[in-house]
């Protein structure tokens, strides 16, 4: 049982929890995740450590609501309990002075970009975020990703904040203005770590990504989240989860990210009806009826 | 703290004994068990138990007992069945085997004791692994405890996963007065046994009363601990204060084929087909939220030929496959599956396609598999295992249509507890080196055994290498001599 100290909604859907986990603390280092089971029920799901405090023994997470699992815990609040939280997982990004990096954040993979961006900061790296949204109350982290960039760009896909765009066009800005690019390191949507490898790859700019790829055990034992890198199958949790962007099969990871889109969609539209009925008194008896769902 | 076994009370002569047929193993008939996950043996009862151990021929030098990785004093505690005494029968037992109820349904005993039975030269050997079953389940039944009555010797030992070589280690140290704690990198205890090993075979159950088991005997136990990650064994000894570690985390990273399609959806690895359903009932969704690929109506195919490749295949037929089929490269001869499972196997309607080798999975639409094109094999001279190796047969490529593949052709050294652990010796293949016979390691205080060491085998193997760390780690402890 691990217990939530802290919730907040940072942004709609996006929720911050601060839990009990002082073995996780004292050894998260950036770029690594965690699982977590919510209740006996439950899947385990991969997700990002924001940071972690190890003199309380405190992690952070940040839980965008996508399925029934993000839901359920984002419906969870301070003096809750998550059932099972396991890690540090992965393997940390590799922190070192690489000279100028462009550290970009596609939605709430900006939560998994900024301990690596800080930690590249504090190694004498100078830093150039970029960080981007659906619109402008999805922007996160924008405050804490400032304190540890030399410059620090915004863009909202509807132009409701900053600059109208994707993080895309400001690396493509950034090239065509002769910068000199060290390394790019992006965690985002798959499309946009895409098309960020297909803009360095000409470049030869050395680019990291982050994958978030199907994962149970998350400690190499059934490989799920195995991906394609340079024609050669390697597991996520415990070879990644960065990989070199302009190796990764990208198509793959979208196809295998697909395999229980119908399960998925089956237990979200229960669990949001479930929840409806539950907060109509009397309607609770009235069952949910979901297509395809077996009585 | 257990009895001395009684002179035996077999009146039977020794030549009647061998004309007594060996009692079958009442079962759940195929058709029912082959759409549920109820265990298909049901056990024997007191009256066949004893009637089957009236078969022992008490050989003077027990080959049941050499052959038993663990050293099961088979003799004596058949005699004790005979006597009629099934709890001293299972106290001599757990003298040398700490998780009798899961041996008893899972060991490959014609490789082992039953394969050493004196009888089984003429008749068929007795059987040894229902008996084992029969007493540990009498035991549970009766609630009874053998727990240890032995000072503490304040030695504190962590022992790294809670699979069938950790679980001996740290019974085997509990009894002798050391303070254990196991730490488990899943939710749930148990390692294989309950991830990989489907309740038809091995029902969860019985995991949960051996580990309260084991509780009761004073086994500490901690879930959600990556070793290697949350906390490293250099951590563990020298912060946490534990006088020895014993690593035993178990089969590692699945292997896979390496032919083209591998990675279209509906393409599992043996592991991951298997922890879905097992640990994570995902056979159970919606109730469960680990989803799974339906099988109903849907073609299945394992590759490989051992207990995993079955234990998944016939997984696949509970949940609905309409075709099930083996697909193995050797013949049936070389399938390294227990006897028992690849009887049961067939009874349940599984198809097996033997001296046959996938090439490649062929897709239907939409990045999903749509079947998967084999070519045939034939036996030529045996290789480095000794078992004759297959080659292909030129020009002999077919297609079978199908929905879902499990790829159960082994696993390779998971690297987590090697790369963080500094000084650590492993060999080329990533696997930690221990002694064969104390199992140390390279490290001092550090111990290994089970899959990590020698690569994927049995659950009584690893726990007979459990069983030789368990008592070098006690001479460790108590002569400080490394």
Not at chain 1, 219 to 233: D, H, P, Q, W
Not at chain 2, 338 to 348: I, L, M, P, T, Y
């Amino acid at each position: 049982m691990f217990n939530i100290l802290h919730a907040e909604f940072i942004a709609p859907g996006i929720k911050r929890f601060h839990i009990e986990a002082s073995r996780i603390a004292r050894k998260q280092r950036p770029g690594q995740f965690v699982i977590v089971r919510v209740y006996e029920e439950g899947e385990r799901i991969p997700l990002t450590i924001e940071s972690s405090d190890n003199a309380r023994g405190i992690i952070s997470i940040v839980v965008q609501s996508l399925g029934k699992t993000t839901h359920l815990l984002n419906s969870l609040n301070a003096g809750d309990h998550i059932l099972d939280v396991v890690g540090p997982l992965g393997r940390p990004s590799e922190i070192a002075k690489f000279g100028t990096v462009v550290v970009m954040g596609g939605g709430v993979g900006t939560a998994m970009a900024y301990p690596t961006a800080a930690a590249l900061k504090r190694a004498g790296n100078r830093i150039i975020s970029i960080v981007g949204a659906r619109s402008r109350e999805l922007v996160i982290l924008e405050r804490e990703m400032r304190e540890v960039s030399d410059s620090l760009m915004i863009t909202t896909d509807d132009g409701t904040y900053a600059d109208k765009g994707f993080v895309t066009d400001k690396l493509r800005q950034l090239i065509q203005n002769g910068v000199r690019i060290d390394l790019v390191l992006a965690v985002g949507p798959i499309p946009m770590m895409k098309a960020v490898a297909g803009m360095t790859r000409g470049e030869r700019i050395r680019t990291l990504v982050s994958l978030n790829p199907i994962m149970i055990d998350g400690t190499g034992m059934c490989g799920g989240c195995r991906v394609l890198v340079g024609g050669k199958s390697e597991f996520a949790c415990v070879d990644g989860p960065e990989f070199d962007a302009h190796r990764v099969d990208f198509d793959l990871l979208v196809q295998r990210n697909r395999t229980y889109r119908a399960q998925e969609q089956r237990s979200l539209a229960e669990f949001q009806c479930e929840r409806e009925a539950r907060g109509k008194r009397g309607a609770a008896d009235e069952g949910c009826a979901v297509e395809g769902a077996r009585p | 703290m257990t009895r001395p076994a009684k002179p035996s009370l077999n009146v039977l002569p020794l030549r009647e004994r061998m004309k007594v047929p060996r009692q079958p193993m009442p079962e759940q008939p195929a058709e029912a068990r082959a759409s549920c996950f109820t265990e298909v043996n049901l056990g024997y009862s007191a009256e066949l138990a004893r009637q089957e151990a009236i078969r022992c021929l008490e050989c003077a030098k027990p080959a049941c007992t050499d052959r038993c990785p663990v050293g099961v004093k088979v003799r004596e505690f058949v005699q004790l069945i005979v006597a009629g005494d099934f709890l001293a029968a299972a106290a001599k037992i757990r003298e040398d085997n700490v998780l009798p109820a899961i041996t008893g349904r899972v060991c490959p005993q014609e490789d082992h004791c039953e394969g050493g039975c004196l009888m089984g030269k003429k008749v068929k050997p007795l059987g040894i692994g229902y008996l084992e079953r029969f007493v540990a389940d009498y035991e549970q039944r009766m609630g009874v405890r053998h727990l240890p009555r032995v000072p503490p010797t304040g030695k504190r030992v962590a022992v790294v996963g809670s699979g069938p070589s950790g679980l001996t280690v740290a019974g085997d140290l509990v009894q002798r007065g050391h303070k254990v704690r196991v730490f488990e990198a899943l939710h749930e205890l148990g390692g294989v046994l309950v991830y990989g090993i489907p309740e038809f075979r091995l029902p969860k159950q019985i995991i949960r009363e051996q580990l309260d088991y084991m509780r009761d005997m004073g086994v500490e136990f901690e879930t959600d601990v990556v070793i290697g990650r949350t906390v490293t064994i250099d951590e563990l000894m020298e912060e946490e204060g534990y006088d020895a570690v014993f690593i035993g985390t178990g089969a590692g990273l699945p292997v896979f084929m390496n032919v083209p399609g591998e990675h279209l959806n509906g393409v599992y690895s043996a592991n991951e087909f298997l922890t879905r359903i097992n640990l994570m009932k995902a056979y159970k969704f919606p109730t469960y939220d680990q989803p799974m690929v339906d099988l109903h109506g849907k073609d299945v195919a394992v590759i490989g030929g051992g207990n995993t490749a079955l234990d998944a295949i016939r997984s696949a037929l509970r949940l609905g496959a309409r075709k099930a089929y083996v697909i193995y490269r050797r013949s049936e001869a070389e399938m390294p599956a227990r006897a028992e499972e690849a009887k049961h196997a067939r009874e349940e309607g599984i198809e097996f396609r033997m001296l046959t080798n996938p090439v490649e999975f062929l897709p239907d639409s939409d990045g999903w598999l749509g079947g998967v094109r084999c070519v045939r094999m034939e036996l030529g001279e045996p290789d480095a295992s000794g078992r004759r190796r297959p080659v292909p047969l030129a020009g002999s490529e077919f297609d079978l249509p199908l929905s879902v593949a499990v790829i159960a052709i082994g696993t390779s050294a998971n690297p987590i507890v090697q790369s963080t652990t500094p000084g650590l010796g492993t060999d080329k293949r990533g696997y930690i080196q221990a002694d064969s016979g104390t199992q140390r390691t390279s490290r001092k205080g550090v111990f290994a055994g089970g899959d990590i060491v020698t690569g994927s085998a049995t659950v009584i193997l690893a726990m007979g290498a459990g069983r030789r760390a368990a008592k070098s780690i006690h001479e460790y402890l108590t002569t400080n001599q490394w």
